[in-house]
């Protein structure tokens, strides 16, 4: 059967095996890793002498945000215009043209060409190489891991903000963005002999499989704090491991993997975080709350520059720790209050001008005015 269908392919659309080829069960397509810049055979169980699956079709994950049909998983891996060879008929087809009926008999994808490997995970990566090359992009020649940094910032900001309204084609893109700046960098790894994303996607999968006994191993976790103690016990292990291997005294800190260019609020969530699922912690909430006035107290007494700027350090973090123990992450809380701010103090211009004042020769008495003015705007919106 196989050869006959190949034999076929060789004379018809110049297939030729020895660049690859792989032939896929119809009934299966949706649960198959298919390859665009790998020519494809599709074929019927039945012509294959195979059973067909039984029950729900499985989806591939990664693929599965369309659901399983069979048509669509083809129509987003290949371009529009791609031609589908039918064997045994004369007239070949587009992708667009496609119909579920046309996958009863077997069909003919002949590789597509780099370029357009759009929605293969080895598009991006064909991409970013070329434009590296001598005659490719000179911006893209010019970058380094250095000169990269803040566009990794940037997007990842960019993907911060695009979450505030779920899961959004936006979404897609900005995570798109965020995953060009991982291509580049393991592009400029791979050019100096160092590592490619084959070893990104290895490094980040074995990690997860190990730090997720409870899934993939024998141990238990039933709840999400004994997920992230576990966690943390494993990093230490591999911490202490690291040490003996590089034969270092100590192993690092627990502490020592947070970065340092985060914001400060989310580092000290981050930190404080760490150290309580390793048992460093408040019994309970009331003691946090007790820190936080004995920090109010010793910011007042702060009689220097100096010394109030410890304080105010010293407060802020122990709000933090509030927003820990009470499940608030605080960067989003700030920010969130950041925008509520924003959009007040909007109102609180507007108004100002309406009347024909600057702010600046506004009494106390007015600013709150128009501030609580603000605020009832914003209850009148909520509740219209």
């Not at 590789?111 to 005659?135: C, F, K, N, Q, Y």
């Not at 997007?155 to 291509?183: F, H, K, N, R, S």
């Not at 410890?310 to 927003?323: H, I, R, Y």
């Not at 109102?347 to 501030?371: K, N, P, Q």
Request: some cysteine; glycine content about 8%; aromatic content about 6%.
């Amino acid at each position: 059967m196989l050869d006959a269908l190949l034999a076929e392919a060789r004379l018809r659309w110049g297939l030729d095996p020895s660049l690859g080829l792989s032939v896929v069960v119809a009934e299966r397509l949706a649960a198959l890793p298919i390859e665009p810049s790998v020519a494809v055979l599709v074929v019927p169980a039945a012509r294959l002498r195979a059973e067909a699956p039984t029950g729900e079709p499985g989806v591939l994950p990664g693929r599965h945000g369309h659901g399983t049909d069979r048509v669509a998983v083809l129509q987003r891996l290949y371009p529009a215009a791609h031609p589908v060879g039918r064997f045994g008929n004369p007239d070949d087809l587009t992708v667009d043209e496609l119909a579920d009926g046309d996958l009863d008999g077997p069909l003919y994808l002949a590789p597509v060409t780099p370029v357009a490997d759009t929605a293969s995970p080895w598009g991006m990566p064909w991409i970013s190489a070329r434009l590296r090359e001598p005659d490719g992009c000179p911006w893209d020649r010019e970058q380094t891991h250095e000169s990269l940094r803040n566009h990794l910032l940037e997007e990842a900001y960019e993907v911060y903000d695009a979450l505030d309204d779920g899961a959004t084609p936006e979404l897609a893109g900005e995570l798109g963005d965020l995953l060009l700046q991982v291509v580049l960098h393991a592009q400029l790894a791979a050019e100096a002999g160092v590592f490619d994303m084959t070893d990104v996607w290895a490094a980040i999968a074995s990690k997860i499989v190990r730090r997720h006994p409870h899934v993939f191993g024998e141990s238990e976790a039933r709840t999400a704090g004994d997920v992230n103690r576990q966690w943390e016990r494993i990093k230490q292990a591999e911490r202490a491991a690291a040490a003996d291997e590089a034969g270092a005294e100590t192993p690092k800190s627990a502490l020592d993997g947070i970065s340092r260019s985060l914001p400060a609020l989310a580092a000290s969530q981050e930190m404080q975080e760490r150290a309580a699922n390793l048992g460093y912690d408040w019994p309970s909430i009331d003691g946090v709350l007790d820190k936080v006035r004995e920090e109010v107290g010793e910011l007042v007494e702060a009689e220097t520059a100096a010394h109030r700027a410890e304080e105010l350090g010293d407060l802020l973090f122990v709000l933090v720790n509030v927003g820990r123990k009470t499940g608030i992450e605080v960067e989003a809380a700030l920010r969130s209050a950041n925008e509520k701010f924003r959009r007040r103090f909007r109102h609180v211009e507007l108004a100002a001008a309406a009347r024909g004042v600057a702010l600046r020769d506004c009494s106390f008495e007015e600013l709150d005015a128009f501030w609580d003015a603000a605020k009832a705007f914003e209850r009148g919106e909520a509740t219209a």
